[in-house]
């Protein structure tokens, strides 16, 4: 058997509360299982919601994460492949259909790719610009269902693509941080994509799942049917929302509003004692005051709910909900809330569970927290480049390092 080499990959996570840099390495021989070689995680300051409002200081943010992740790794990288979120990210279906070059010999890679740019040929806003595209299907003469059209006699053939859009400023302000910290960009990857990688299974990816990555700033979602993403979105609610919320309800700083948010809250009001009093400390007179702990509980589920309810929303629009069979997957920092699989039951009318890396080596577990599951993902799709299909469950879920990725980052930067 050829011996592969071990590959070194650094997962680049800009995410609103924090920056985060993973370095992986492959372990060939050992079930291919990741080990993890080191990490660094700053607080983003210089972004909102997915979008770098102060350039020296996300390059700043950048530079220490990646000091530190190079630092316990023992290894320089150069590198990085980059997770990208925001309010500015939409998706779409698309479709597009060709005449077969030669109907006998079967479709070739050509027509395969034709159909795929037909179906970008949509309007698009202003600024807005394709990053990725994903064949769902294709048709071949009305028949549909193929995941692999080369080959097949047919006269016609139609492309379904799911198409991610990212406006062309927001993408360039972040390769430019990154080229401006040092590093090369090697890809771009949407972070709803990325966090599912370690999070879903082939088989739930197949019979129908949503992930929903609550971060900081943004809720982004993803869902796949029979094996293929149907939807990808950006909510621009998170986690720092319910925090500033609880910081008005309590009267309390923001800085203490997080703590007690991590300390006490909880997803669903109702779990928590009626009586049951917490102490915080009131900005005004500056002293500890008794807060209810339903009442923190109850702020976090309203915040929680609408996050919910949009996502929701979203799926009914593009009439998904009867397809996902499966059920919902929470992960980001703000699925560690308990209760929150509980709270996406009621709302989503389906099984929900929390979602979070597993069987990873090295780092003594630590990394396995839905904190990181899109820094995770990223080092998987830098690796995949070796095992092709490995974190896929169909090859053509996502297609690798497309060229108007590569233009993205060559025009913008
Ligand atoms: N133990 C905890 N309980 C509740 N919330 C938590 C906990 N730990 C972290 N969080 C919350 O998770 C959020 C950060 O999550 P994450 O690290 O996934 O965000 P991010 O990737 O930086 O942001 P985004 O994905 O929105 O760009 C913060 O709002 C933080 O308060
Ligand atoms: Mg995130």
Known sequence: MRKRRQKIINGLDVGTTKICAIIGQSSPGDDDKLT???????????LKRGMVV?????????????????????????????????????SQNSSGMIEVRYPIRGVSEQDRQR??????????????????????????????????PIGVSCSKLEARVHLVL??????????????????????????????????????????????????????????????????????????????NDIAYGLKISRHDAE??????????????DADETIEVSGVLKNRPVNAKLRFLC????????????????????AELHDKIYAGTVLTGGTALLPDIDELA?????????????????????????????????LVLHGLSGESSNKYYSNGNILRRFSHYVQNFIDWYS
């Open 166 to 243: 990212a406006s062309m400023t927001s993408v360039s302000n972040v390769v430019k941080c990154i080229k401006h910290a040092g590093l090369r960009v090697g890809d771009i990857l949407l972070e709803s994509l990325a966090s599912s990688l370690p999070i879903l299974s082939d088989n739930e990816r197949d019979l129908g799942v949503m992930l929903i990555d609550i971060g900081g700033g943004t809720s982004d979602l993803a869902v796949f049917t029979r094996g293929m993403i149907k939807l990808s979105g950006v909510i621009p609610l998170g986690g720092d929302n319910i925090t």
């Open 54 to 90: 102060d350039i020296d200081a996300t390059i700043d943010s950048i530079q220490k994460a990646v000091r530190k992740a190079e630092e316990q790794a023992g290894v320089r990288v150069r590198d990085v492949i980059v997770g990208i979120a925001g309010g500015h990210i939409s």
């Open 36 to 46: 993890i070689l080191g990490m660094g995680s700053n607080p983003s300051d210089g």
């Open 298 to 317: 109850e702020i976090t589920e309203a915040r929680l709910e609408e996050i919910f309810i949009k996502a929701r929303k979203m799926i009914d629009a």
């Open 259 to 272: 703590n007690v948010k991590k300390k006490h809250a909880r997803a669903m009001a109702d779990s928590v």
């Open 115 to 148: 159909a795929i740019d037909r179906a970008r040929q949509i309007t698009i806003a202003k600024d807005m610009e394709i990053l990725h595209d994903y064949p769902q299907e294709f048709i071949c003469d009305d028949q549909p269902g193929y995941r692999n």
């Open 345 to 377: 039951e009621r709302i989503f009318d389906k099984p929900a569970k929390v979602g979070a890396p597993q069987g990873l080596k090295g780092m003594s577990g630590i990394m396995q927290s839905p904190i990181y599951s899109t820094g995770i993902g």
